[in-house]
């Protein structure tokens, strides 16, 4: 198996992560499972502005993990969650760098949700 190519953050590419400021909530099937003042947002290239939340500001009793895994070159490997609220389930939710690449070491310990799944709110303070 060859080895992953690790890509650096450049000024086509750029990545930055800066905390949010203010507060971000996330609700899946309307219900919230997430409430946080440390979000960082992570901004990278074209896309819109991720926001990462600390995992102990998530409610782990609506967390499963899953077996899905991605793989990023500017972040690394990716990890997954389902949750389940509302008395429903949605699959792959979250995802989360456990062992992020050190360009973007800050986002360890957090996780994003999908915005096509899930309600995210940034209220600023």
């Known amino acids: 198996m ?13 990545i930055t992560v800066t905390p949010t400021g203010g507060r971000v909530q996330v609700r899946v099937n309307g219900e919230l499972v997430a409430d946080t003042r440390a979000a960082l947002g992570l901004a990278e290239s074209t896309y819109p502005v991720v926001q990462y939340i600390p995992l102990g500001d998530v ?21 997954y969650y389902s949750v389940t609220a509302a008395g429903a389930t949605v699959d792959d939710v979250i ?9 973007v070491a800050a986002i360890a310990g957090h996780v994003a949700f999908y915005p096509t799944k899930a309600d995210i ?5």
């Open 59 to 79: 409610d782990p009793a609506v967390l499963t993990r899953t077996d899905t895994q991605t793989y990023c070159p500017y972040k690394g490997d990716a990890s």
């Open 95 to 103: 995802w989360t760098y456990e062992e992020p690449y050190p360009a």
């Open 121 to 125: 709110s940034v209220d600023p303070d």
């Open 2 to 14: 060859s080895p992953r190519e690790i890509k650096q953050p450049t000024a086509e590419h750029p």
